[in-house]
């Protein structure tokens, strides 16, 4: 089992910068996938930006891409998210996940599809006001 710990949300306006963090529970966990997913009030979850376990990989979702990057501290079981840039349509909650599978390799569709990942933290909330 793994927890994981979402922190660093707020509320921000329309331009600004946060970074997020996801603290995992377990040495294994610095092994796993980890990714960032969100959701909007009345919308579905969505795919925001994923890493493998040791940072060779990284995707982002057209929308966020060139303004959100995402790190990983494996020293620290840790994972990041910096939100560049904000616009009032990035306000959603935001989710940390990770597949729980040690040293996983592969294509973009197993790191962008939320089935790969049965591990959730509890999320963050993230406003932005125009």
């Known amino acids: 089992q793994v927890q994981l710990v979402e922190s660093g949300g707020g509320l921000v306006q329309a331009g600004d910068s946060l970074r997020l963090s996801c603290a995992a529970s377990?040495?294994?966990?610095?092994?796993?996938?980890m990714a960032w997913f969100r959701q909007a009030p009345g919308k579905e979850r969505e795919f925001v930006a994923a890493?493998?376990?040791?940072?060779?990989?990284?995707y982002y979702a057209d929308s966020v891409k060139g303004r959100f990057i995402i790190s990983r501290e494996n020293a620290k079981n840790t994972v990041y998210l910096q939100l560049n840039s904000l616009k009032p349509e990035d306000t959603a909650v935001y989710y940390c996940?990770?597949?729980?599978?040690?040293?996983?390799?592969?294509?973009?569709?197993?790191?962008?599809?939320?089935?790969?990942?049965?591990?959730w933290g509890q999320g963050t909330q993230v406003t932005v006001s125009s």
């Open positions: 996940t990770t597949d729980g599978r040690t040293g996983v390799v592969r294509g973009s569709d197993y790191y962008t599809g939320s089935t790969s990942y049965p591990y």
């Open positions: 377990g040495r294994a966990s610095s092994t796993y996938a």
């Open positions: 890493i493998s376990w040791n940072g060779g990989r990284r």
